[in-house]
T-cell receptor, first 115, second 114 residues
Framework: DAGVIQSPRHEVTEMGQEVTLRCKPI?????LFWYRQTMMRGLELLIY????????DSGMPEDRFSAKMPNASFSTLKIQPSEPRDSAVYFC?????????????FGAGTRLSVL | AQSVTQLGSHVSVSEGALVLLRCNYS??????LFWYVQYPNQGLQLLLK??????LVKGINGFEAEFKKSETSFHLTKPSAHMSDAAEYFC????????????FGAGTRLFVKA
């Protein structure tokens, strides 16, 4: 398997623009997680899905952020409108639940810069 | 509620020296504990996991961690540091009640001096 695939790897945009980040999880995994990583706040869980259904979005910073998982092999994280404070590295991770074990496999991340 | 605390945001060792990265956890139930490593410009990857089978856990690249319930600790060690070990290390606890989250520590950046 190719692992978790994220695109694009880098995104530079201007304040106010819409940004869409994409993720393809590992085939067969039933959980998908979106994280944001910054120097100031570390690694933050934004939202996670189980079998394509959003379970917990309490980490989504505000209404400008939305995430979807239309099928088992694709998820998007959208920011509209984007702001400079959204600049961060966004990671997608997937896992296959075995009992209570939750080993997550991370993508390489999308580095977002909002000017 | 489960949480982890990593002591020291930066640790610097000489090549060949012992690596010790500290992690303390709090959990109301027997925890699943993990160490992940993040190399520059990459995502996190699993280094090792504790799932109650054995208190001393061996991982990849010569790392190991010991679960000590009495100290609520899960420190990561490696007998001899290599330059390639320079990375950021995250301790994590799996939250399996009221959800299926993993709670990550703040991370410890390891520097290895030649």
């Amino acid at each position: 398997d190719a692992g978790v695939i994220q695109s694009p790897r880098h995104e530079v945009t201007e304040m106010g623009q819409e940004v869409t980040l994409r993720c393809k999880p590992i085939s067969g995994h039933d959980y998908l997680f979106w994280y944001r990583q910054t120097m100031m706040r570390g690694l933050e869980l934004l939202i996670y899905f189980n079998n394509n259904v959003p379970i917990d979005d309490s980490g989504m910073p505000e209404d400008r952020f939305s995430a979807k998982m239309p099928n088992a092999s694709f998820s998007t994280l959208k920011i509209q409108p984007s702001e400079p404070r959204d600049s961060a590295v966004y990671f997608c991770a997937s896992s296959l639940r075995r009992g209570n074990e939750n080993i997550q496999y991370f993508g390489a991340g999308t580095r977002l810069s909002v000017l | 509620a489960q949480s982890v605390t990593q002591l020291g945001s930066h640790v610097s060792v000489s090549e060949g020296a012992l690596v010790l990265l500290r992690c303390n956890y709090s959990s109301s139930v027997p925890p699943y504990l993990f160490w992940y490593v993040q190399y520059p410009n990459q995502g996190l990857q699993l280094l090792l996991k504790y799932t109650s089978a054995a208190t001393l856990v061996k991982g990849i690249n010569g790392f190991e961690a010991e679960f000590k319930k009495s100290e609520t600790s899960f420190h990561l060690t490696k007998p001899s540091a290599h330059m390639s070990d320079a990375a950021e290390y995250f301790c994590a606890v799996s939250k399996n009640t009221g959800g299926f989250k993993t709670i990550f520590g703040a991370g410890t950046r390891l520097f290895v001096k030649a």
